[in-house]
């Protein structure tokens, strides 16, 4: 919207729309925990929005859950996952430097703790059913930088290119259940 708002809808099993819940400004990653409540990360628009993380409860009531202390000045999160622990993970921009996007972590009662460091642009991201992370990179391919998808070993260390874009932006990513 031209205030920067972002709406957060839930579709019925028929299709129908139903408002579920907004954030103040820019809205990007979403996540669920494992007891049903959704995560929701709200990025600047303009650079006039707080970097804050909110979680919303099954009847769609709003609370913090991390908010712009959490984040440094020109940081803001994007991308979200919850690994096996309850851990929730977040992928971060930083605006003035694009080389130094970041992963960080929160626990259950929002402690928060460095994962990875040094990423460009990192946005989405997803756990496989091993608890392996994965990460794109949007880079830039037209500027020769290829778009790469990083995966994480379990609990950290270095990772491996799982896979580049010469062509294209990797951006988001998720896991279907097995079929």
């Known amino acids: 919207s031209p205030t920067g708002a972002s709406t957060i809808f839930k579709f019925t099993p028929s299709g129908d729309r139903i408002v579920f819940g907004s954030l103040p400004s820019q809205g990007w990653g979403l996540a ?13 628009v303009g650079f006039d929005a707080d970097s804050t993380i909110f979680e919303f409860a099954p009847d769609g009531t709003r609370t913090v859950f991390v908010g712009p202390d959490a984040f440094a000045t ?30 960080v972590y929160f626990s259950p009662t929002g402690v928060k703790s460095p994962f990875a460091t040094g990423l460009i642009i990192p946005r989405g991201l997803a756990f496989d059913s091993w ?49």
Do not use: C, H, M, W
């Not at 991308?79 to 996007?101: C, K, Q, W």
């Not at 790469?148 to 951006?171: H, M, N, Q, Y």
């Open 74 to 103: 020109g940081e803001y999160p994007v991308g979200l996952a919850f690994d096996r622990s309850g851990n929730l993970f977040v992928s971060i921009e930083t605006l003035s430097d694009p080389e130094a996007g970041s992963i």
């Open 32 to 44: 669920f925990d494992s007891a049903g409540k959704l995560y929701a990360a709200q990025g600047p």
């Open 131 to 179: 608890g392996y992370l994965f990460v794109p990179e949007v880079n830039q391919p037209e500027l020769g930088q290829p778009g790469d998808i990083l995966k994480f070993p379990p609990g950290g260390g270095t990772p491996t290119v799982f896979a580049s874009f010469s062509i294209g932006r990797p951006e988001f990513l998720t896991f279907g259940p097995p079929r």
